[in-house]
């Protein structure tokens, strides 16, 4: 059975920080691209960050290149999202989820997603 345990959403003000981690299982995660997607109140979900499966460079939605940042750790089936800077625009939902390689990322293509934690960010 396929699980995403997500974790680090909370509220946060203006200017702060949070680390998002997606803890997956039931599938091989060293086979898979995992991103990060998020959906605002009111919004269509959309892609914040990949990391390829490969050892190619991650993507990011240029909303949030050079404040959050993506990152792995294939030992422990868990991928991070250290987010920085961040702003009220960033209030949403933070979904992970997985795709298998060599596909990318893409809103529509993913195999499985997780449950989402909410992050929210006062002004």
């Known amino acids: 059975e396929v699980q995403f345990v997500e974790s680090g959403g909370g509220l946060v003000q203006a200017g702060g920080s949070l680390r998002l981690s997606c803890t997956a299982s039931?599938?091989?995660?060293?086979?898979?691209?995992i991103g990060w997607f998020r959906q605002a109140p009111g919004k269509e979900r959309e892609g914040v960050s990949c990391?390829?499966?490969?050892?190619?460079?991650?993507y990011y939605a240029n909303s949030v290149k050079g404040r959050f940042t993506i990152s792995s750790d294939n030992a422990k089936n868990t991928v991070y999202l250290q987010m920085n800077s961040l702003k009220p625009e960033d209030t949403a939902v933070y979904y992970c989820?997985?795709?298998?390689?060599?596909?990318?990322?893409?809103?529509?293509?993913?195999?499985?997603w997780g449950k989402g934690t909410l992050v929210t960010v006062s002004s």
């Open positions: 039931g599938f091989p995660f060293d086979d898979y691209a």
């Open positions: 989820a997985a795709v298998k390689a060599p596909r990318l990322c893409a809103l529509e293509g993913m195999d499985y």
């Open positions: 990391i390829p499966s490969s050892n190619s460079s991650p």
